[in-house]
């Protein structure tokens, strides 16, 4: 059974940085991409960055040069590190992993962590 737990969110005031957390069981090397999706009160869910087993990356255009996706092999997680954050990125924050980095379709979430962004 695939678990993926997320932590590390919370309030933050604009202009600040916060770090969250996906904690994999079992290893992620079963997943040949991983990444966070977003969704806000109102708004549709948003893919905000991804990254594969070969460490390439990618960023929603909004996020860009602001958020850092990293993973740690070694330990099962993979990190968002969100800096110059902003109340627009006010959302409950997914963690997604697939097993095929080519497939539409992500296989597994977490159950999200809230971020909140006051200006």
């Known amino acids: 059974q695939v678990q993926l737990v997320e932590s590390g969110g919370g309030l933050v005031q604009a202009g600040g940085s916060l770090r969250v957390s996906c904690a994999a069981s079992?290893?992620?090397?079963?997943?040949?991409?991983m990444g966070w999706f977003r969704q806000a009160p109102g708004k549709q869910r948003e893919l905000v960055a991804g990254?594969?087993?070969?460490?390439?990356?990618n960023y929603a255009d909004s996020v860009k040069g602001r958020f850092t996706i990293s993973r740690d092999n070694a330990v099962n997680t993979v990190y968002l590190q969100m800096n110059n954050l902003k109340p627009e990125d006010t959302a409950v924050y997914y963690c997604v992993a697939k097993r095929r980095a080519w497939s539409h379709d992500w296989d597994y979430w977490g159950q999200g962590t809230q971020v909140t962004v006051s200006s």
């Open positions: 990254i594969t087993s070969g460490g390439s990356t």
């Open positions: 079992g290893s992620m090397f079963n997943f040949e991409a």
